[in-house]
């Protein structure tokens, strides 16, 4: 199975501030990357997929990037509504694989 | 609108089996597939497995092989999962999520059903 590590597992930062949060693969799974924002007692939500391209209605201060088998997840200026759980989730190969999880708390 | 309702909380005691539902509306049932996601309490993401719809394939995380079973009934736009001999490590939410349509990620998500198992 393809292993996600993300990072970090929790992130405190302040209105404004920008915000990434990092997932690596155990094996190049090219650009088939999602991240999900899930907040408390919700379903997730899908943010980013094809490791760069924003789902619909997803605000342009998300953004997605790859550097080999490292994957970024960047909020611009964090909102009160960003705060919630982030997941990456590999899409190469089944069993599909999500990370543990970025806790991201205001400061 | 695309929505899936999933059935209500579920209470079932230890050994039993209990069967989820998910009712899909908003688009053509059998253009997009299934799947099924665990989340244990204040824990990560755990995929179960998905169906198609149209032709009833079924494929399982080898995990959940013994413990899930995905049908479909196509006259009623319904997805089921069907979990067997429950124990406390299958006390969760689990949710239904969309995939397909040419957008090959989990596009749509149920609200999620708590299964607590319990004596």
């Known amino acids: 199975d393809i292993q996600m590590t993300q990072s970090p597992a929790s992130l405190s930062a302040s209105l404004e501030e920008i915000v990434t949060i990092t997932c690596q693969a155990s094996?190049?799974?090219?650009?088939?990357l999602a991240w999900y924002q899930q907040k408390p007692g919700k379903s997730p939500q899908l943010l980013i997929y094809g490791a760069t391209s924003l789902a619909d209605g997803v605000p342009s201060r998300f953004s997605g990037s790859r550097s080999g088998t490292q994957y970024s997840l960047k909020i611009s200026r964090l909102q009160v509504e960003d705060i919630g759980i982030y997941y990456c989730q590999q899409a190469s190969s089944a069993p599909w694989t999500f990370g543990g999880g970025t806790k991201l708390e205001l400061k | 609108q695309v929505n899936l309702l999933q059935s209500g909380a579920a209470l079932v005691k230890p050994g039993a089996s209990v069967k989820l539902s998910c009712k899909a509306s908003g688009y053509t049932f059998t253009d997009y597939y299934i799947h099924w996601v665990k989340q244990s309490h204040g824990k990560s993401l755990e995929w179960i497995g998905y169906?198609?719809?149209?032709?009833?394939?079924?494929n399982y995380n080898e995990k959940f092989k013994s413990k899930a079973t995905l049908t479909v009934d196509k006259s009623t736009n319904t997805a089921y999962m069907e979990l067997s001999r429950l124990t406390s490590e299958d006390s969760a939410t689990y949710y239904c999520t969309r995939f397909g349509g040419g957008l090959w990620y989990f596009d749509y998500w149920g609200q999620g059903v708590m299964v607590t198992v319990s004596s």
């Open positions: 094996q190049d799974i090219g650009n088939w």
């Open positions: 169906i198609n719809p149209n032709s009833g394939y079924t």
